[in-house]
């Protein structure tokens, strides 16, 4: 049997999280709920919902853009905790991604659907830390 070529890089037996990641060569946030089978549906410039191919339900998304979201929006419209006087931001919301991706595009109601439906199914893990943003 062929060995992985990550084998020897990688230490513990590998295991599913259902947290978000930033993807600095993407630029992209990426998000699963469920460890199954997924279909990618691409909704618009920037979001792609991971639906359940075993039910078609939403079990994940994928925001692009981030950077340019938190340009357009900057940190204060994002952010969710900060340091204590140094005013550093520690975390942005994912929901405050997901609503500013939704202003970026036309108001269909396809795409308000779309949306609606990763909303609906809120992420267990709410922000990701800001000084994770960093674009490669």
Same mark, same amino acid.
């Given at each position: 049997m062929e060995k992985h070529f990550l084998e020897g890089k990688m230490e513990g037996k590998p295991e599913f999280r259902a947290e978000p990641w930033y993807n600095p060569y993407g630029d992209c946030?990426?998000?699963?709920? %469920?460890? /199954?089978a997924f279909v990618a549906e691409r909704i618009d410039e920037l979001l792609?919902?991971?639906?359940?191919a075993i039910d078609n339900r939403p079990v994940g998304f994928?925001?692009?853009?981030?950077?340019?979201?938190?340009?357009?929006f900057g940190w204060d419209g994002l952010v969710v %905790?900060? /340091?204590a006087g140094a005013g550093q931001v520690r975390s942005i919301s994912?929901?405050?991604l997901l609503l500013a991706a939704?202003?970026?595009?036309?108001?269909t109601l396809g795409r308000r659907r779309a949306y609606a439906a990763v909303m609906e199914s809120p992420p267990k893990q709410h922000t990701i830390p800001a000084d994770e943003l960093?674009?490669?």
């Open positions: 946030i990426e998000y699963q709920v %469920a460890d /199954e792609t919902i991971y639906r359940s994928q925001i692009k853009g981030v950077q340019a979201i938190i340009r357009r %905790a900060s /340091e994912i929901v405050a939704y202003e970026e595009g036309p108001k960093v674009p490669a």
